[in-house]
């Protein structure tokens, strides 16, 4: 893995940004093996496979284009990305990830100003080439528009939109809005922020010209803790009315009013975890795994009492429920130099796969849910390099897995593959070599057992106990009955003798 890093220079104009790349060696990164791009960036770049190589390349506005531009990974080469005349919004948001429902990521850009009219385009990628299909403006209560999030909120295994927001200058009243896969309108998934008479917002975002603090742009976090199949976020939310400022647990429960029917479901604020809501002055709070057991838990970046002084926490997730999970990477299939024969290729994580699942839940229904693997980079994305998919308290096996990655210029074929009967707990690394023949790709599956196997091995175990103390005692008495039989023929043998 190699290590991107965004700067200030010293005598910078405006916001452009300087980007190193200090490359990886084996096991090591050399401080000393660098290289300094010989351009800025209007704002931090978007990571993204843009060829289809599965070679990270840079995306964003140079100071030498108006337009957006592409580095590509491996040859370091210059192209111009894209032909548009919409202004990058910025922080912008943009992503790369499938919102057309074939597999293949697209290129999702936010134009436009964080304080003037935003709108959000999509281009789809259509033979390896993006072209714009669908253009969706903010909001209309929408003052504040904060950074775009993107989950299968409602599990039906599309891609929905999520947006938070203020709808006023000072965010007094926060809210969260969803565009659903496919249609044009907004619908609020959360618009009470209010715990017992005091009222909580997001926290705006101030661009200054010299920033002498650290800008974070209003974000959710992503990531199914309960795993019920449904994703949760954090936020970070600010008291109105004093200067409290806290990480907070948005939970993805089953909508319960009118103005999100249309949605299924809707976000709850956690206002009682009480580890979390101990944590003061937070400024970030994302998802991780620190355990590597497919749960997942929190970590908290707070602001100490002195200028530049931080601290991150971590919270261990303490669910209790015995849900299911499935959690899959999928990585690049490629060799640092000619591949040995026989051997298949791991690689690196990649930003762009699409990975969908369908199973059947406790009640017989038919239950789906999808993720786009390292879709955000810029302004805090914090995404993980895999994903965690809750299946719920089902323990029935997947029935089917796919997964899909980005194609080059040119190739028509969508580059999918489907895995059948996919062990619930478990995770599945997903190689896709060669990338152009998905029927040889290969997944290797490693089992994370949880309590109800250890439960399930001791009743199976109690079990076969019972079965043997049942098979003795019918094996003694069988044995008895053959002694008396035995000793009742001899004793018949004698009299006739007589």
């Known amino acids: 893995m190699d290590v991107l890093l965004t700067y200030l220079p010293k005598n910078y104009i405006k ?37 289809g190589d599965l070679i990270p390349d840079i995306f964003g506005v140079t100071n030498e284009s108006t337009q957006p531009q592409i580095l590509l990974g491996g040859n370091l080469s210059w192209h111009p990305a894209l032909t548009t005349k919409s202004k990058m919004r910025y922080p912008h ?13 697209d290129l999702f850009l936010t134009t436009g100003s964080a304080t003037g009219t935003s709108q959000f385009e999509i281009w789809e990628n259509l033979d390896g080439n993006f072209s714009v ?26 891609t929905d939109h999520l947006l938070p927001g203020c709808e006023d200058k000072n965010c007094q009243k926060s809210a969260i809005y969803l565009a659903k896969s496919g249609t044009r309108e907004w619908i609020p998934v959360l618009q009470n922020f209010s715990n017992k008479g005091t009222q909580w917002g997001f926290v705006p975002f101030v661009n200054e010209e010299k920033p002498t603090d650290i800008p974070i742009p209003i974000t959710l976090h992503i990531g ?4 019920d199949g449904y994703p949760d976020a954090l936020a970070i939310l600010k008291n109105t009315s ?16 009118a103005s999100c029917e249309d949605a299924h479901r809707m976000f709850k604020i956690y206002w009682d975890l009480s580890n979390l809501n101990q944590i003061e002055d937070a400024m970030v709070a994302t998802f991780f795994d620190i355990y590597e057991d497919g749960i997942l838990d929190i970590i908290v ?3 100490g009492h002195r200028k530049n002084d931080f601290a991150i926490h971590t919270l261990k997730n303490n669910f209790e429920a015995d849900a299911y999970f499935v959690k899959v990477i999928v990585l690049s299939g490629l060799c640092s130099n000619d591949c040995p024969r026989k051997i298949t290729p791991f690689g690196v994580n990649q930003p762009g796969p699409y990975i969908m699942y369908t199973t059947v839940d406790a009640n017989g229904y038919l239950k789906n849910g999808s993720a ?23 323990a029935n096996f997947l029935d089917h897995l796919y997964v899909g990655i980005p194609r080059p210029s040119g190739e028509k074929s969508i580059r999918k593959q489907e895995w059948t009967a996919i062990i619930p707990n478990s995770q599945l690394i997903v190689i896709p070599y060669p990338h152009n023949v998905p029927r040889s790709w290969s997944a290797k599956l490693y089992l994370t057992p949880s309590n109800i196997v250890l439960l399930t091995a ?41």
Request: aromatic share 12%; proline share 3%.
């Open 93 to 105: 948001s943009h992503a790369f990830i499938d919102l057309t429902e074939d597999f293949t990521a």
């Open 301 to 303: 970046l707070s602001k």
């Open 458 to 498: 001791i009743a199976l175990i109690g079990v076969c106990v019972f079965i043997l103390a049942i098979i003795g005692i019918l094996h003694w008495q069988e044995k008895k009955a053959d002694d008396r039989e035995k000793r009742q023929e001899a004793h018949r043998f004698h009299f006739d003798a007589m």
């Open 242 to 257: 004093g200067s409290n400022q806290q990480a907070f647990l948005l939970e993805n429960v089953p909508c319960n009013n």
């Open 15 to 51: 916001n452009y940004f300087g980007v190193v790349i200090f490359w990886g060696q084996n096991q090591t990164l050399d401080p000393h093996n660098m290289t300094i791009l010989n351009r800025t960036f209007e704002d931090e770049p978007l990571i993204m496979d843009f060829n």
């Open 133 to 158: 299909t669908s253009i969706l403006k903010q909001p209309q209560n929408l003052k504040v528009v904060g950074q775009s999030a993107f989950a299968d909120f409602d599990g039906d295994g599309h």
């Open 224 to 227: 199914d803790y309960n795993m």
């Open 372 to 394: 786009g693997q390292l879709s955000q980079s810029a302004h805090f994305a914090l995404q993980l390099p895999y994903n965690v998919l809750g299946l719920g308290r089902s």
